[in-house]
Nanobody
């Protein structure tokens, strides 16, 4: 079993920055990818950014050039640096951990961007 603890959400003005963290603990087994998804009210959960075990990264078109995903293997933690935030980035952000044994989700952290 893998436990994910997210932090770093909050309220920020448009144009500002936030950094999300997701720390994985427990029986972490052969992680294949870690990533961030988001879900706004009334909308489907969508991919924001993902980093594979080999280091390759993928981003949603809407965040390219503004968000950066990174990973600290020693701490088993993934980060999402969010710059130039827009009101449309307002959402609950979820960390996702994918391993050969299954998929695990964090509890979510709220990000609110005011105009």
């Amino acid at each position: 079993q893998v436990q994910l603890v997210e932090s770093g959400g909050g309220l920020v003005q448009a144009g500002g920055s936030l950094r999300l963290s997701c720390a994985a603990s427990g029986s972490a087994f052969r992680m294949t990818a870690m990533g961030w998804f988001r879900q706004a009210p009334g909308r489907q959960r969508e991919l924001v950014a993902i980093i594979q075990s080999g280091g390759s990264r993928n981003y949603a078109d809407s965040v390219k050039g503004r968000f950066t995903i990174d990973r600290d293997n020693a701490k088993n933690t993934v980060y999402l640096q969010m710059n130039s935030l827009k009101p449309e980035d307002t959402s609950v952000y979820y960390c996702k951990y994918t391993s050969l044994r299954g998929v695990y989700w964090g509890q979510g952290t709220q990000v609110t961007v005011s105009s």
